[in-house]
T-cell receptor, first 111, second 111 residues
Framework: SQQGEEDPQALSIQEGENATMNCSYK?????LQWYRQNSGRGLVHLIL?????REKHSGRLRVTLDTSKKSSSLLITASRAADTASYFC???????????FGTGTSLTVIP | DTAVSQTPKYLVTQMGNDKSIKCEQN?????MYWYKQDSKKFLKIMFS???????INETVPNRFSPKSPDKAHLNLHINSLELGDSAVYFC??????????FGSGTQLSVL
């Protein structure tokens, strides 16, 4: 299965600390994306990294991709209480337009 | 204006009933999807349509039938509802090889 897995399943940190979550997947991909889901809401896209990229930044977000290990990490720096949400990685198959999600990391940022 | 809108937001029904969920996107995307999110937040792709044609049908029971009257709409009809169908169903759309835009979800409860 293409399904990815996030690690850890749950993460609780103090405001101001950094949060790191990891994603592993199984097959070759076009790109890997990270999404955020607030409770009771739809998913919102955060950042996309293509298979030929190794690192990408967007504001307080830093994403790395290691295609040899089939893994990615998402770093949120200087976390805020408003960052509390579930975070999912999604991989797009080489054939395109097929996105498979991981199991999600539930992040709680304590004020 | 909402980019991807799905209705209804909540759907409570009895086992054995037939129900539909509607989805519309005003982003001009060619590809639309249905995802199912279970109680553990695992997000599973169900269907993908590109320009009104079915691309993916991921081992979904044939009680689930997607219908795409045009590329802006992808509706999901479910026959003979079962308890295990209870979940949150998300519609999404995307341009090719780019990020997904999600609707806000339909919480389906089968009693």
């Amino acid at each position: 299965s293409q399904q990815g897995e996030e690690d850890p399943q749950a993460l609780s940190i103090q405001e101001g600390e950094n949060a790191t979550m990891n994603c592993s997947y199984k097959t070759s991909i076009n790109n890997l994306q990270w999404y955020r889901q607030n409770s009771g809401r739809g998913l919102v896209h955060l950042i996309l990294i293509r298979s030929n990229e190794r690192e990408k930044h967007s504001g307080r977000l830093r994403v790395t991709l290691d295609t040899s290990k089939k893994s990615s990490s998402l770093l949120i720096t200087a976390s805020r209480a408003a960052d509390t949400a579930s975070y999912f990685c999604a991989t797009e198959k080489l054939t395109g337009n097929q996105f498979y999600f991981g199991t999600g990391t539930s992040l709680t940022v304590i004020p | 204006d909402t980019a991807v809108s799905q209705t209804p937001k909540y759907l409570v029904t009895q086992m054995g009933n037939d129900k539909s969920i509607k989805c519309e996107q005003n982003l001009g995307h060619d590809t639309m999807y249905w995802y199912k999110q279970d109680s553990k937040k695992f997000l599973k792709i169900m269907f993908s349509y590109n320009n009104k044609e079915l691309i993916i049908n991921e081992t979904v029971p044939n009680r689930f039938s997607p219908k795409s009257p045009d590329k802006a709409h992808l509706n999901l009809h479910i026959n003979s509802l079962e308890l295990g169908d209870s979940a949150v169903y998300f519609c999404a759309s995307s341009p090719r090889d780019e990020k997904l835009f999600f609707g806000s979800g339909t919480q389906l409860s089968v009693l």
